[in-house]
Structures are given as C-alpha cells and as structure tokens.
C-alpha cells in the first residue's frame, strides 16, 4: 500500500522562528517525487517544494528545505525564519510511480504567532 | 494565465438534489484532476482526465457521480442525489505532461447538503 503519514496535526511557532513538519510515507517504488502543499485558510493550495527521490541532496526553496531519509521514507519540511503570511495547513503528498493521482497526508495545522 | 478556475465556489443544496461542478485548468495543461477534501483531512483522489478520455477513478467515486470532459479543456463533475456525506471541498488541479507533473489546484468548491 502506498500511503502518506503526517502525525502533527497541529503546531505553532513564533514568528522569525524556525519550526520542522514531519512526514513519513510507504511505498515500494525506489523512484518518486515527494512534494510539501501549503493551504492558507479559505485560500487555494500551492506548491511549497518538491524532492526526486533519486536525488541524495535536499531540496531548498528560499526559507523552506526539506530533509529527506529514503531509507527511513521521512520527509520533513523545514520552515526558517517564520512569518505571519505561513500560516496554513501543509500537506505532504505525493504521486508515486505509475500514479496519476496525488496521495495525500492528514495535514499540519500550523500557526505563527506574532 | 490565470491558473485553475472552479465555479461556483460555495454550494449548499437539499439532500436528494442534483448539482454539477466546473473546472478550468491552466490552459495549456492536458491532465486535469477531481480531488474531495473532507474537513480535517488531506485530499482524495476522485478521477483523471487526459485531455478528453477520463483514465483513471476512485472507488471513491460511486455511481452518483460523473466526471465529463468533453473537449479536453473544462471539466464537469455532477453528483446526482446528493447525500450529506457529500458534504466537502471538491478540488480540481490541472498538470502538463512533462517532468514532475506537477499539479496546480484550483480554489476548490464547497458543497453543503442540508
């Protein structure tokens, strides 16, 4: 079964602060993609970064990085020097191989408080 | 561009009643994607269109619903007496072909059966 696992429903952290969202996933496949979906209340979601599995070395995208453990199918994302505007729920999702869709987490609720 | 557009954006309807969803993808993207969001939980994987032939769906997906994508642009999903499980966010997200398929998600509308 290939299934995405994110066990923080919710978290807070002050602003300018650096606070990590976990997510594990199973899967028998050796080459996917991984990606980190931000949800901003009433608002669409969008891309926040993405990782090939292939790829040993970490994604980063500005003030986000993500550290990814293919052996141990974690794929935390790393959110430095927090603002207001991040507040959202985060989603790790991804398609596997062969998939069209999208396989998504429960979600990260989190919270920057000022 | 404008992104992925989904209209209406709120719904309520009575239990038993018929709606019908738009979607319309970025313009030059061929896959177009049906997603439920339940409160709480990450989306759900509906169905898949390439460009018109719809190639993949969900159990989810019980015989009250019916996804259309006539000429390979906009979608139509249509849920047919509805029920207030129905109740949720529906999500469309549109992709390209190419590397990494990303998905882009569209303001999503929300159903309320009373």
């Known amino acids: 079964a290939q299934t995405v696992t994110q066990s923080q429903p919710e978290m807070s952290v002050q602003e300018a602060e650096t606070v990590t969202l976990s997510c594990t996933y199973d899967?028998?496949?050796?080459?996917?993609?991984l990606f980190w979906y931000k949800q901003p209340p009433s608002r669409q979601m969008i891309l926040v970064i993405r990782?090939?599995?292939?790829?040993?070395q970490n994604a980063t995208e500005n003030r986000f990085s993500v550290n990814f453990q293919k052996a141990a199918k974690s794929f935390s994302l790393k959110i430095s020097d927090s603002q207001l505007g991040d507040t959202a729920m985060y989603f790790c999702a991804s398609p596997f191989t062969g998939a069209n869709n999208l396989f998504f987490g429960t979600g990260t609720r989190l919270t920057v408080i000022p | 561009d404008t992104g992925v557009s989904q209209d209406p954006r709120h719904k309520i309807t009575k239990r038993g009643q018929n709606v019908t969803f738009r979607c319309d993808p970025i313009?030059?993207?061929?896959?177009l994607y049906w997603y439920r969001q339940t409160l709480g939980q990450g989306p759900e994987f509906l169905t898949y269109f390439q460009n018109e032939a719809q190639l993949e769906k969900s159990r989810l997906l019980s015989d009250r619903f019916s996804a259309e994508r006539p000429k390979g642009s906009f979608s139509t999903l249509e849920i047919q007496r509805t029920e207030q499980g129905d109740s949720a966010m529906y999500l469309c997200a549109s992709s390209g072909t190419g590397y990494l398929n990303e998905q882009y998600f569209g303001p999503g509308t929300r159903l309320t059966v009373t």
């Open positions: 899967t028998s496949e050796s080459n996917y993609y």
């Open positions: 990782q090939e599995a292939y790829k040993q």
């Open positions: 313009s030059e993207h061929n896959r």
